[in-house]
């Protein structure tokens, strides 16, 4: 079925398509999961309608409800869509190093945006929002990195969707950011299927985004629990740049950067599996398309001066 | 046996502001141990009664020793061990 009664209900059901020329063999195959084919394009939708069903459900959220959330950028996106439609207020705090798209989507659907301060990235986002949040109580803050709801989506639909069309998955590698879908994904596959390996991929930021700051003020988002995660790389953006080239060159795939990070974990994961001479069947998550991060040069200057330019931004 | 530790910008004043420092050893807490005799204060910013501190990831080879072993996470000759602090991730 593939008819809605809305936008918002079309979200996930996403498809699962194979990585024929970057599988490095006919038993150690590559599958990638396209979230980028959600409403407003990213698998943050599935986490921001979870969190506005939840909250509405619970009476948090009501009609002319102000809604805050600290984003870098594609949960705000997702919220901004589904709060134009129910007729909330959005208010998104974004650090001011992200991709100017994501600035202009945001707009377009009406979200009002707080810049916060590059240096220290996400976490000075997460700071600024919850420091609004104690001056106006009544505003409404989803907050996704702590907000179960969050992890529930993936618990929900994500897993399940993936054991669905491929039973005999061996790995699923996820972004990790706030942490909410390998959370979901690592409890579902824990529950239904013990044993497949979850991997998280995390981006590697230049020194401006890790800030000064002291490190006891380091941030770990509430949901994580590490029991849910196998392994966890730390990729930079000159691998993930590398890696969406390739998936663009040898599968056709345009994807966003945080997508290359991803890859690059997945053929990590692949190799090592071929040379165990161990079956693998290997899902990685596309988060998003590459549309938004065009202005980034990713796709098209040189891989020194991408790399460069990457280093001061929050790109994933 | 040489291996690569990239220092953070926040702890660099142990280092004399070097961005990377060589270390040697099996271990990564062999490593820790043979950095600290050459920058003295480091190892204690970075563990805590035998643990790595809360909001400080280190990753040898990219893989985050907390899933490899912790500080008994082997090393080898040539590994780059990344010592980061912890932040929030990206386009979520």
Not at chain 1, 19 to 24: D, G, I, K, N
Not at chain 1, 94 to 122: C, D, F, K, Y
Not at chain 1, 252 to 279: N, P, T
Not at chain 2, 20 to 38: F, N
């Amino acid at each position: 079925m593939t008819r809605y009664n809305s936008l918002a209900d079309s979200v996930g059901h996403t498809p699962l398509v194979g990585l024929p020329s970057l599988s490095p063999s006919p038993t150690v195959r590559l599958w990638a999961k396209l979230e980028d084919r959600n409403p407003t394009g990213s698998i943050k939708d599935r986490a921001a309608l979870n969190m506005i069903r939840v909250a509405e459900a619970s009476g948090r959220l009501k009609p002319g409800s102000t809604i805050l959330e600290p984003t870098s950028g594609n949960t705000g996106i997702a919220l901004a869509m589904a709060a134009k439609l129910a007729g909330y207020r959005l208010i998104c705090v974004m650090p001011e190093n992200t991709s100017v798209e994501r600035r202009q989507i945001l707009a377009m659907w009406g979200a009002e945006i707080v810049s916060s301060a590059a240096a220290g990235g996400s976490n000075e986002a997460v700071r600024v929002a919850k420091e609004l949040a104690a001056e106006h109580p009544d505003w409404v803050m989803l907050y996704q990195y702590g907000n179960p709801a969050n992890a529930e989506a993936h618990y929900l639909t994500t897993g399940p969707e993936i054991l669905e069309d491929l039973p005999e998955v061996t790995h699923v590698v996820a972004g990790l950011g706030t942490t909410g879908t390998l959370m979901g994904i690592g409890r579902f596959f824990d529950d239904k299927k013990p044993g497949v390996k979850i991997i998280a991929a995390e981006p590697r930021y230049g020194e401006l985004v890790y800030g000064l700051r002291n490190l006891d003020e380091g941030f770990v988002p509430e949901l994580y629990d590490p029991q849910y995660v196998t392994s966890r790389f730390s990729v930079g953006s000159r691998d993930a740049v590398r890696r969406v080239r390739e998936l663009l060159e040898r599968e056709g795939i345009f994807a966003g950067l945080s997508s290359g990070a991803i890859v690059h974990a997945a053929l990590a994961q692949a190799a090592r599996a071929e040379k165990a001479g161990e079956a693998a069947d290997i899902v990685l998550i596309i988060c998003d398309g590459g549309w938004k991060y065009l202005s980034t040069g990713a796709y098209t200057t040189d891989l020194d001066a991408t790399e460069d330019f990457l280093d001061t931004q929050v790109w994933a | 046996m040489t291996v690569e530790v990239r220092i953070p910008t926040i702890l660099r004043t142990f280092t004399g502001g070097e961005k990377a420092v060589q270390g040697a050893g099996a271990t990564l807490a062999q490593v820790i141990d043979d950095v600290e005799s050459r920058h003295p204060g480091l190892k204690s910013r970075l563990v805590e009664s035998d643990n790595l501190r809360r909001f400080v990831n280190v990753y040898v080879n990219d893989e985050d020793v907390r899933f490899s072993g912790g500080l008994e996470a082997p090393t080898a000759d040539g590994d780059i061990v990344v010592v980061l602090p912890a932040v929030a991730g990206g386009a979520r």
